[in-house]
């Protein structure tokens, strides 16, 4: 029986190899990225229609005039929230909710009016032009389907992505959590244990989030929290707009013909 | 919390700039419509039509516009139907999916109100357009209208909440949206009919009291405009940055215009009459275009 699944991905473990990346696309069929020179080694940019896991290379500068600059690598991907933002404001139910607790986008339903991507809070979600829809990682819902682990966790040769069940996954976080923080490391924190809901793919980083472009637990927020606030504006708007309404348009002493 | 985001553009552009702009006008349209046959004077029958009558077309663009921005536009009706279960795919927190619904109710009573008008008006002689056209003035054509009327507010206003309703910087970190587009809304709509208005005589005795009422809709408009550059907070540099404070600069005077022909007129005195109206129908287009792209820059 289909239970919930998650990766664990360590940013300690990474050594920004792209091995995931390369995995994702071989498996899934994803076109190449054009050759250009961004400035960095991440020269993939970001995660969108044709690149569903994703190597930032944080570069930070430090204090240390022998090593000017400190990477810091972290494989992004979607983050398959349980309340999820791209699956909320969807008018058409493209997106559904897998058997495993995933977060996926039903091609041959998608009509590609994009609100998914105006609502998902961490960029995941990208515009195929050629497909005419919405497109993103979908957890390898076909391997899973056949009791293999996703592309990424299996080409990963660090273990940087870790796969399994959510219960179990979220486990092993805590106990390399506690063992990074044994080592002195104590800015360790998982990010995605509270946020949405909890994420079914969340992370072992060493630095607030915001530096790995995540946001903060405060604003990680759902679309839906601007529903109330936003109609009850326009309501008291239509109120005010029928009051002036009725002043100027109101009868001045004319008489029923 | 506003000022943090790491999101992904949607790319909505043109069409739905448009698609904002003719919903705006044609809601407002309706509502000044009823507006004016529920309090107004006998006299101002005429301009009641003229503002059904525009209702309706301008709404018949905004499923077209709609359609067009879609990636795969053959498949607009999964707005509509759910693929899996053939139920009506309706989604109350969605306003995406709220607006689709809007908009094809409103267009019921949008198009049964056009015919009103044109069988009122006797612009054309067909026997069942003269009948609906006596419905208007009874208390069923009323109470039709009313509730057509709460329609045409959502239309106009939905739009506003549809961006409001994201994660995206500007857009999310405000509630004014929603009135901020139904203010504007009101004010095209009023232009919109005070520009037509000028080719019938019949429709012009009511300009006096449509201006008016684009005052106050302007006034309403100009408060929202300051609540939601208040709202915004941390991301206001991108609402005004760059060469954007070019298209407020427009919004400015397709708001101020109209206020400065009242209260000062003889700085305005030189101009056409149908200037003022559409420098407030270039206003009410500016103010979505640096809403809409602003935010996605």
Redesign the interface.
């Known amino acids: 029986m289909a239970q919930p699944v998650g990766f664990f991905t360590d940013v300690t473990l990474c050594i920004g190899c792209k091995a995931c990346e390369v995995a994702c696309k071989e498996w899934n069929a994803l076109p190449n990225n054009p050759l250009e020179f961004r400035g960095s080694y991440d020269n993939t940019g970001?995660l969108?229609h044709a690149n569903w896991r994703h190597v930032r290379f944080i570069e930070q500068p430090t204090k240390n005039p022998d090593k000017p600059i400190a990477w810091s690598m972290m494989s992004d991907v979607c983050k398959h929230c349980a309340n999820a933002?791209c699956l909320?404001?969807?008018?058409?139910?493209?997106i559904v909710r897998t058997e495993f607790d995933t977060v996926f986008i039903q091609q041959?339903?998608?009509?590609?009016?994009?609100?998914c991507?105006?609502?998902?809070?961490?960029?995941?979600?990208?515009?195929?032009?050629t497909?005419?829809?919405?497109q993103k990682c979908t957890f390898c819902y076909d391997r899973l389907q056949n009791n293999l682990k996703p592309a990424c966790a299996t080409a990963c040769p660090t273990q940087s992505i870790k796969f399994g069940p959510l219960d179990e996954i979220r486990q092993t976080a805590a106990t390399r959590l506690a063992t990074l923080h044994q080592q002195g490391m104590s800015e360790a924190r998982i990010y995605g244990d509270k946020e949405y809901g909890g994420l079914h793919a969340f992370f072992l980083l060493t630095d607030k989030p915001?530096t790995y472009?995540?946001?903060?637990t405060?604003?990680a927020?759902l679309?839906?929290r601007?529903?109330i606030?936003?109609?009850?504006?326009?309501a008291?708007?239509?109120v005010?707009?029928?009051v002036?309404?009725?002043?100027?348009?109101?009868?001045?002493g004319?008489t029923?013909? | 919390?506003p000022g943090?985001?790491?999101?992904?553009?949607?790319?909505?552009a043109w069409y739905i700039l448009l698609y904002f702009f003719f919903a705006g006008i044609s809601g407002g349209a309706f509502?000044?419509g009823t507006?004016?046959r529920l309090?107004?004077?006998?006299?101002?029958a005429a301009a009641s039509r003229l503002a059904f009558i525009i209702s309706f077309p301008l709404l018949l663009v905004c499923p077209i516009l709609l359609t067009l921005?879609?990636?795969?536009?053959a498949?607009?009706w999964?707005?509509l139907v759910?693929?899996?279960s053939g139920a009506p795919?309706f989604?109350a927190?969605?306003?995406?999916?709220l607006g689709?619904w809007g908009l094809t109710l409103f267009g019921l009573f949008s198009f049964v109100m056009f015919l009103g008008a044109v069988g009122e008006g006797g612009y054309l002689r067909w026997r069942v357009l003269a009948g609906a056209g006596r419905v208007m003035g009874s208390a069923v054509g009323k109470a039709f209208m009313v509730i057509g009327a709460i329609f045409g507010?959502f239309v106009a206003?939905?739009t506003?909440?549809?961006?409001?309703?994201?994660?995206?910087p500007v857009?999310?970190d405000t509630?004014?949206?929603?009135?901020?587009f139904?203010?504007s809304g009101?004010s095209g709509a009023a232009a919109c009919i005070l520009l037509l208005s000028r080719q019938r005589r019949e429709a012009s005795v009511t300009d006096g009291?449509?201006m008016?009422?684009d005052r106050?809709?302007i006034i309403?408009e100009l408060v929202?405009i300051a609540l939601f550059l208040i709202t915004v907070g941390g991301v206001i540099s991108k609402v005004l940055g760059g060469g954007w404070i070019l298209l407020w600069l427009v919004v400015l005077i397709g708001t101020l215009v109209p206020l400065i022909a009242e209260f000062r007129p003889t700085l305005v005195r030189q101009l056409p009459p149908v200037v003022v109206p559409a420098l407030v129908l270039v206003g009410v287009l500016a103010l979505r275009a640096v809403i809409i792209f602003s935010a996605q820059a």
């Open positions: 970001q969108d933002s909320e404001v969807c008018p058409t139910d493209a041959d339903v998608c009509n590609g009016c994009r609100d991507i105006a609502a998902c809070p961490y960029g995941v979600i990208g515009f195929n032009s497909s005419g829809t919405a915001e472009s995540l946001p903060s405060e604003s927020v679309p839906s601007n529903n606030p936003g109609y009850l504006g326009a008291v708007t239509a005010v707009a029928a002036a309404g009725l002043i100027a348009f109101r009868r001045r004319e029923q013909p | 919390m943090e985001h790491f999101v992904v553009a949607p790319g909505w509502v000044i507006m004016l309090w107004g004077s006998p006299t101002d921005d879609l990636g795969q536009p498949r607009f999964h707005m759910d693929v899996g795919a989604k927190y969605s306003p995406m999916s689709v507010f206003a939905y506003g909440v549809l961006l409001a309703v994201s994660n995206q857009w999310s509630w004014t949206l929603g009135g901020l139904l203010a009101l009291k449509l008016e009422a106050y809709f309403l929202l």
